[in-house]
């Protein structure tokens, strides 16, 4: 399985500081992205990283992307209350777009 | 990005019922899929909707438990049959938005399903 693995799954700070989710995976892929869910809502698509780019940011999103280690790295700086959210990483091979468990981020005003 | 909406948006049902969700784009989409999130889990993918034939189901999901129409680009339904509450979850559609060599995965609302 291609599953892509996320750590830390819970990972609460204050507000202003950055915050650093990391993603793992297991097979070849063409693409990664990064989502964000609130509250059991539906998903919002932040970032997309190609498997021959190595870093990409969107405001204040900074993903990186290691298909050596394949492994990624989601860092959101500057926090804010409503960046509180589950963050997912998914993996694309194949048309199919394969989800991590999640990282559960909590925002400390 | 696409546009999708889901119908109906929540709803509580009883067992052994059955439940029909739909999904519309605002545009014409090759590539539409159902996945399914149980509490506290991430998603996983039913099926892929394919445009006049079956759908392609995975690892685990039959099509006798979850039909799946899709008559045109632009909508598809999912049928959650002869329910139980191990079905509750929310069920989500997306699509494949191809821009280039680009390829995005949109997301609908959700529908979020209770099942007594």
């Known amino acids: 399985s291609q599953q892509g693995e996320e750590d830390p799954q819970a990972l609460s700070i204050q507000e202003g500081e950055n915050a650093t989710m990391n993603c793992s995976y297991k097979?070849?892929?063409?693409?990664l992205q990064w989502y964000r869910q609130n509250s059991g809502r539906g998903l919002v698509h932040l970032i997309l990283?190609?498997?021959?780019?190595r870093e990409k940011h969107s405001g204040r999103l900074r993903v990186t992307l290691d298909t050596s280690k394949k492994s990624s790295s989601l860092l959101i700086t500057a926090s804010r209350a409503a960046d509180t959210a589950s963050y997912f990483c998914?993996?694309?091979?194949?048309?199919?777009?394969?989800f991590g468990q999640g990282t559960r981020l909590t925002i400390n005003p | 990005s696409a546009v999708i909406s889901q119908k109906p948006s929540r709803d509580i049902c009883q067992r052994g019922t059955s439940l029909t969700i739909q999904c519309q784009v605002d545009s014409q989409v090759t590539m539409m899929f159902w996945y399914r999130q149980q509490p506290g889990q991430s998603l996983t993918l039913i099926a892929t909707a394919n445009q006049g034939s079956e759908a392609t189901y995975e690892s685990g999901f039959v099509i006798d438990k979850f039909p799946i129409s899709r008559p045109n680009l632009t909508f598809s339904t999912l049928t959650v049959s002869n329910m139980s509450p191990e079905d509750s979850s929310i069920y989500l559609c997306?699509?494949?938005?191809?821009?280039?060599?680009?390829?995005?995965?949109?997301f609908g609302p959700g529908t979020r399903l209770l099942v007594l």
């Open positions: 097979t070849s892929i063409n693409n």
């Open positions: 998914a993996t694309q091979g194949a048309q199919k777009l394969v």
């Open positions: 997306s699509v494949l938005e191809v821009t280039g060599t680009q390829e995005t995965q949109y």
């Open positions: 990283i190609r498997s021959n780019e």
